[in-house]
């Protein structure tokens, strides 16, 4: 089902879209005078504040799956796709709680690091840079396919939207993100990313409290849901029974779905922010501000799924049938409830830009992510070690053109099923992630007895795991033995840690260096946690 939403071009929508790739691109020139070294372009100097971390972050981690992939597959599945939304829910807090503190004391301390390739390198002192070599590779290819969903989100976007060719639509949405990713670096990246945040959040929140609204309220759109599958009554809001098919999602799926709070640790493009920040007292009001953002636009973005059911038979609109189309859901409501007058059609234009903000704020920061690793991870150290600031920047901007080509190469496949859906692009990207990073960096920054050995073993364990689950055991095995339908982020990440752990343990213990300097970022932290609990103590016996 292809059709556009308008029968022709609107030029109000057209001139809002417009207006808001242009301002994209304006923030990136704005940027571009101003980022002269690797620190700069990679981590904005380490000068971002919590507002800008905060949402730069949700932004660049949600993508176009949080307004297209997900109310997609809740549409389709209902109410239990939200397991989802639940572990990414507790997978954010738990890293945002946990890692977010710790990893900019020791990423500043172990050598100012400003990749993640390059922290875990310099974490146990390689110097061969053997682990920096495998983690960019990885970072590359997983990126690959990470980047090529957000750009079929583009593409689905113009394509539908505005009656545009699929490739054409492809290379212009590309064009956009790659020209302000080039030219400001981490600044850009970082603020395009918080005007996408704020929009991103203004639109989700505002097309499920129309529809909401136009129902009758909370109560009618209920009842009016547990009426909506008379094949299957009241399974659409049921959080343990797949609509589609009326039967329990059983322990695999729910295992599957809550694994996805996993991949946060491992999260290259979402680290990143942890490192940037300011002042690292800062990484709780960021927290707040996050979290309150994560849980209010997974809320939504489930809402938009299950009011879909309501929403196509009030308007005389056909039902999807099948998760390429489930996944336009928002944008057929977009069009449909932002029509009929020039100031509704500017809003729709502005919410369009909402969508294609959700797309970009992942793109630019994956393809960022990515020539970080080949320039800073491979090109110096392997290919030009003495190589100037100037030349690794370049080099850099070279890597997104590449990246970004590849990557558009992979979204043209039109016809594969893998490559169509934009959720399972994103799914084997986030467990490959989940599971090559997570591990390492949670043992980096919190087991003591980690080392070079453990660390390049589970990186190599965890991504080989993900593409022979992924492609071998569950395309083979997975109707007869249900296991194997199992994410493969959970297997692959629970492979990996116990690899760490136990060739750690096995080889050669951390040098005096290593353990010293663990023990120096854990005093940080303790002396934190002390000044924290000082000042709400006082606060509270002022009070």
Known sequence: MNVPLFAAVD?????AFIAYLLLMLAIGFFFSSKTATMDEYYLGGRKMNKWVVALSAQASDMSGWLLMGLPGAIYLSGFSEAWIGIGLGIGTYLNWKIVAHRLRQYSRACKDSITIPDFIANRFRDSLGVSRLIAALITLVFFTFYTASGFVSCAKLFSEIFSLDYTWALWIGAFVVISYTLMGGYNAVCWTDFVQGSLMFIAIVAVPAVILFQAGGFSATVTALNEATPEAPNTLLNLFTNASTGQSIGLIGLCSSLAWGLGYFGMPHILVRFMSIDNPAEVKGSRRIA?????????CAVAIGLFG???LPHYGLPAYTNANDAERIFLTMIGTIFSGNWFL??????????VLAAIMSTADSQLLVSASAFSNDIYKVALRRNAKEKELVLVSRLTVAAVAIVSIILAMNEESDFFKVIMKMVSFAWGGF????????LLALFWRRTNLAGAISGMVVGAVTCFVWKFILAAQFAEC???FGLYELAPGFVLSFLTIVIVS???????????DEFDFVRQLDDRAEDAAKAVTESLQANH
Do not use: D, N, R
Request: net charge positive; glycine share 10%; hydrophobic share 55%.
């Open 11 to 15: 030029w109000f929508v057209s001139g």
């Open 291 to 299: 979290m309150t953002w994560v849980f209010i636009s997974l809320g």
């Open 309 to 311: 059911h309501i929403f």
């Open 345 to 354: 059609s500017i809003l729709a234009g502005i919410f369009f830009s909402a």
């Open 434 to 441: 989940g599971a090559s990073f997570g591990p390492v960096i």
């Open 481 to 483: 033995c249900p296991i």
């Open 505 to 515: 343990l096995l080889t050669k213990a951390p040098s005096k260096e290593i353990t």
